[in-house]
């Protein structure tokens, strides 16, 4: 995930296999990273509700909106779930 125009960046190794499998997908999820010998926390969470989305910069319809808030700021756009 790259967030604030490509400044920061998360890359998670979970398993996400219900996020299809419900109306509405809700994952929280906290971590302890220890990269580069320091102590950080993660969190984040993940909202994916299954209802049309269009893209506001570029017009594409997707099919779920996402929620996502990492490091205490918010994240709002659309998505498509494989």
């Keep these: ?29 906290v971590e302890k990273s220890t990269e580069n010998k320091t102590h950080t926390n993660i969190s984040l969470s993940i909202l994916l509700t299954d209802k049309p989305c269009t893209e506001e910069g570029s017009g594409e319809k997707r099919e779920k909106i996402i929620s996502i808030k990492y490091n205490n700021k918010n994240y709002k756009g659309c998505a498509t779930a494989k």
């Design 1 to 29: 995930m790259l967030v604030d125009y490509g400044t920061d960046s998360l890359i998670l190794e979970k398993d996400f296999s219900g996020i299809n499998s419900d109306k509405t997908y809700n994952a929280v999820i």
